[in-house]
């Protein structure tokens, strides 16, 4: 099945204590992004990465890594997590960047 | 930055009726615009896709419309049905590195 995954789907950690969420899609697909949606705010984009190796800055990238060695894999590193960071983050991933996104069920995640 | 306005905020019909969602954007130009559909908790489902040459996109109950000229978007749904409540999403893609996503409208679909 054509899909993107998500792990964990819920974490709840404490502030600055290093975390990865991972991401992978199994559809070969060139383009991959990482989402935040906050209530009243929308999806707001972190990171994006075009290609393996290519990854590049989206409106939010403050306090998060990225890394794109595998073109199916897209994880999300917070080095050291903050109570801001709270949120429910999704990663989508598409053909090419013009292309409609696949998203992954989301994670939940909560700084304390 | 978001200068995609999705309105009404949220909204309520009841099941079997039609809806039209609206979407009014400022960025120009484009290359496409996209709707989505977002179950509570869940990941967004792309609905449509259509690029600023096209007026019009179907997809079973969903047909979106698009006006360059005026830019508005709008989003009908016929014949509601429950599993129609969700959010929904209307995005401007500008560039690889620059999409523009609504705040989204709720509709809810009662019996």
């Known amino acids: 099945e054509a899909q993107v995954t998500q792990n964990p789907r819920y974490l709840i950690t404490v502030t600055g204590k290093k975390l990865t969420v991972t991401c992978s899609q199994n559809m070969n697909h060139e383009y991959m992004s990482w989402y935040r949606q906050d209530p009243g705010l929308g999806l707001r984009q972190i990171y994006y990465s075009m290609n393996v190796e290519v990854t590049d800055k989206g409106d939010v990238p403050e306090g998060y890594k990225v890394s794109r060695k595998e073109k199916r894999n897209f994880p999300l590193i917070l080095e050291s997590p903050s109570p801001n960071q709270t949120s429910l983050y999704f990663c989508a991933s598409s053909p090419q960047w013009f292309d409609e996104q696949y998203f992954g069920p989301g994670t939940r995640l909560t700084v304390t | 930055k978001n200068q995609v306005e999705q309105s009404p905020q949220s909204l309520i019909i009841l099941e079997g009726k039609n809806c039209t969602l609206q979407c009014n954007y400022t960025v120009s130009p484009f290359s496409n615009l996209r709707w989505y559909k977002q179950d509570t908790g869940r990941g967004p489902v792309s609905l449509t896709i259509m690029t600023f040459s096209e007026n019009t996109k179907s997809n079973g109950r969903y047909t979106a419309t698009l006006d360059a000229d005026t830019k508005q978007s709008s989003l009908h749904i016929t014949a509601s049905q429950l599993s129609d409540s969700a959010s929904y999403i209307c995005?401007?893609?500008?560039?690889?590195?620059?999409?523009?996503f609504g705040a989204g409208t709720r509709l809810t679909v009662k019996p």
């Open positions: 995005v401007v893609s500008v560039g690889f590195n620059d999409m523009r």
